[in-house]
Nanobody, 124 residues
Framework: QEQLVESGGGSVQAGGSLRLSCAASRGTYKTRCMGWFRQAPGKEREGVASILSDGREVYADSVKGRFTITRDNAKNTAHLQMVDLQPDDTAMYYC??????????????????WGQGTQVTVSS
């Protein structure tokens, strides 16, 4: 399992913005996809966004129009730009990736590596 390192979490007020970053520690192998999940206390983990190596993106309905996922294939890094954050977005955000297998499934469907998580807190 590749190690994924996240950064960029923090605390903001409602309506604010944050940008999360995720990097594969070795960057040796090309990721099939990179993505983000989140989990709030007492709730199930929710897939947020995923991007394939060819740039195709998938978003959860709850974040469409507010979150944007991008990636740098050469550096095996991904970013999640979050705008108009709301208290319901408060959660631990986890980076995910897949380093083997097919090139068409999103990371929301199939991931083989996970980061340790970065906290996002949005106050009203």
């Amino acid at each position: 399992q590749e190690q994924l390192v996240e950064s960029g979490g923090g605390s903001v007020q409602a309506g604010g913005s944050l940008r999360l970053s995720c990097a594969a520690s070795r960057g040796t192998y090309k990721t099939r996809c990179m993505g983000w999940f989140r989990q709030a206390p007492g709730k199930e983990r929710e897939g947020v966004a995923s991007i394939l190596s060819d740039g195709r993106e998938v978003y959860a309905d709850s974040v469409k129009g507010r979150f944007t996922i991008t990636r740098d294939n050469a550096k095996n890094t991904a970013h999640l730009q979050m705008v108009d954050l709301q208290p319901d977005d408060t959660a631990m955000y986890y980076c995910a990736a897949r380093f083997s297998g097919n090139w068409y499934e999103s990371c929301l469907e199939n991931s083989d590596s996970w980061g340790q998580g970065t906290q996002v807190t949005v106050s009203s």
